[in-house]
């Protein structure tokens, strides 16, 4: 497979689950790519599986709250590898996503909405000349379909989410003009579910959570790929029919 052949990608929150399965996918595609993770542990194991099957990987320790953080990352990955062609935004912190509306502190929020589309905001501006002199600049956003349903109980999680599809609706019509296509993501996968002892039965019509690296992985290189430039401002939702399209 050579469909990122020539390209450099970021994709932030890679050390894990749905980042670490784009990261891989991408490189195995062909893309340089810059694998952004908090903890360096998981950026080295990332790297390290990329480069053992003859990928090419740039290992970054970067916390997506700090702005300085990134763009340090942004400039790293600009300096070693001369362009930047993909931003994958998919970092979140879930260590503060459940609240009740009525429960709902602003702190709470704000937290989610820092490390969601303020965060996600950052990093286009960041890399934002780069995207553009590409000139076929993809950005992938990952937000959710909590959001589209309104999870009970999820109510700061839902907010920063639904903020990042506005986001994404929003810099696609702004950023067409430079040929750069900006798209969103709403996965349903294991790894928010499966992986629990008291995760639910999956809702939809396939009755299972999907796989990062079968499942949704697949979809984001399908968005950074030139099969995808005729696409932008979408949700597409890997979620096994759940709420067939209703997240248009």
């Not at 000349?129 to 992938?140: C, D, H, M, N």
């Not at 999956?202 to 009755?207: C, D, E, H, Q, Y």
């Not at 959570?209 to 005729?230: H, N, R, T, W």
Request: glycine share 10%.
């Amino acid at each position: 497979m050579s469909r990122l052949t020539g390209k450099v990608a970021i994709v932030t929150g890679a050390g894990r689950g749905i980042g670490r399965a784009t990261a891989k996918l991408f490189a195995a595609e062909g893309a340089k790519v810059a694998v952004l993770s908090r903890t360096a542990k998981n950026v080295e194991a990332v790297v390290s599986e990329i480069e053992e099957r003859g990928g090419s990987a740039l290992g970054i320790v970067c916390d997506i709250a700090e702005s300085s953080q990134i763009e340090d990352a942004v400039r790293e990955t600009s300096a070693v590898y001369g362009r930047i062609d993909i931003l994958v935004n998919n970092a979140f912190d879930p260590s503060a996503v459940n609240a009740s509306i009525l429960d709902l502190s602003t702190n709470q929020l704000q937290r989610n909405f820092e490390l969601g589309p303020i965060s996600y905001l950052r990093t286009m501006q960041t890399c934002y000349p780069y995207l553009k002199a590409s000139g076929e600049g993809r950005v992938i956003n990952f937000a959710s379909l909590a959001g589209v349903i309104g999870m009970t109980n999820y109510g700061p999680y839902n907010m920063a989410k639904e903020a990042i599809r506005a986001l994404t609706r929003t810099a696609a019509r702004e950023w067409g003009a430079d040929k750069i296509t900006v798209n969103n993501i709403l996965p349903i996968a294991d790894t928010w579910g499966a992986a629990a002892s008291n995760a639910p039965p999956p809702g939809n019509v396939l009755a299972r959570y999907g796989s990062p690296d079968e499942d949704i992985a697949p979809v984001a290189a399908f968005l950074a790929s030139k099969d995808a430039q005729f696409l932008t401002g979408y949700s597409l939702t890997p979620d096994g029919g759940m709420i067939i399209d209703s997240a248009r």
